[in-house]
Nanobody, 115 residues
């Protein structure tokens, strides 16, 4: 089993920045992909960004140029730097990790962008 714990969410004004962190613990071997999804009220969960153990990244079109995903393999931690935040970025952000063919999820952290 892999446990994922997110931190760093909160309330920020439009145009502001936040940095999310997600630390993995437990049986942490062969974790290839880590990343972030989000779910806004009344909407389906959607991809935000992912990163492989080799550093290859993938972003949703809506966050390209504003968000940056990074990973510290030694600390088993993935980060999401979010800049130029917009009200439409408001959602619960979930960390995810893929171990071989099994996907694990964190409990989620709320990000609210509002003036």
């Amino acid at each position: 089993q892999v446990q994922l714990v997110e931190s760093g969410g909160g309330l920020v004004q439009p145009g502001g920045s936040l940095r999310l962190s997600c630390a993995a613990s437990g049986r942490i071997f062969n974790i290839n992909v880590m990343g972030w999804y989000r779910q806004a009220p009344g909407k389906q969960r959607e991809l935000v960004a992912t990163i492989t153990s080799g550093g290859s990244t993938n972003y949703a079109d809506s966050v390209k140029g504003r968000f940056t995903v990074s990973r510290d393999n030694a600390k088993n931690t993935v980060y999401l730097q979010m800049n130029s935040l917009k009200p439409e970025d408001t959602a619960v952000y979930y960390c995810t990790a893929r171990q071989v063919i099994v996907d694990y999820w964190g409990q989620g952290t709320q990000v609210t962008v509002s003036s």
